[in-house]
C-alpha cells in the first residue's frame, strides 16, 4: 500500500501500532482506507450519512477495543468485513424505515454512475454493461465490486464474503459469464478481455471519488 510504504511501515507492523495505542496510526488507517470503505458502503446502504456513521462508529469501536483485537496482516480486508457485517446490522435494524420513507434496498447496488464514460461510443457500451451486473444476484454483484474496485484478490474475496477461495472463484466466473450474456449483442470483441475492461473503469472512477 503507497501510503503505508511511505512511512516505512508494512501493515502488520501499522497494525501493531494502532493496537498499542499510536494515534498516528490510526489516523493512518482511516484517512487511506475510508474512501473505499465509504464506496463499499454506499453499494450496501445507498444512504451517506448512514454509512458515514457506520464507519465512525465502527473505529471509535476499533479503537476501543484495540488491545483485544487480533493480528491483522490485511487491513482493508479486516475493515471490510467489518464494515459488511455493521452495514448488514443496520440494514436490518432499519430497513423497515427506510422502506418508510420512499427508498427501494436492492441488495447491493451498481450503476452507469460507477464507471467513467470516455467518450459517446462508449455510453451504449457502458449501460448495457451496468444493466448486465444490475442483474446479477446481490453476492455477484459484491463479488465484481470487490474484486474490481476494491482489487481485492481471491483469498482476500473470501475473507470478505465469508467463503472459500474456490467458492469465490466459481462465483466470479458464473458473475462474468453472465455480464458477457449481457454483452453479446455488442460484439464479441468488446468481452473478450471484460476483467481489463472492468478493472479499467472502476480504477479510473476509484481516482476521482
Known sequence: MKIVKEIGFDEAGLWRKFKSG???ALGIIFQHYFRELYYYGLK??????IVKDVIQEMFVQLWGRRATLGIVKNIKAYLLVTLRRELIRTLKNAKSELL???M????????TEDFIIESEDRVEFNEKLAASIQSLTAR???VIFLRFYNNLDFPELAE???MNVQSVRNL???SLEKIREGLRGLGLHK????????FHLFSKNHKIL
Open 104 to 111: 427501494k434496498i436492492n441488495g447491493f447496488i451498481i450503476s
Open 22 to 24: 499510536s494515534q498516528d
Open 44 to 49: 450496501i446502504i445507498p444512504v451517506s450519512d
Open 191 to 198: 468481452t473478450d478481455n471484460l476483467e481489463i475492461i472492468l
Open 172 to 174: 466470479l466466473f458464473r
Open 160 to 162: 470478505v464474503l465469508g
Open 140 to 142: 455477484q454483484r459484491e
Open 100 to 102: 418508510d420513507e420512499g
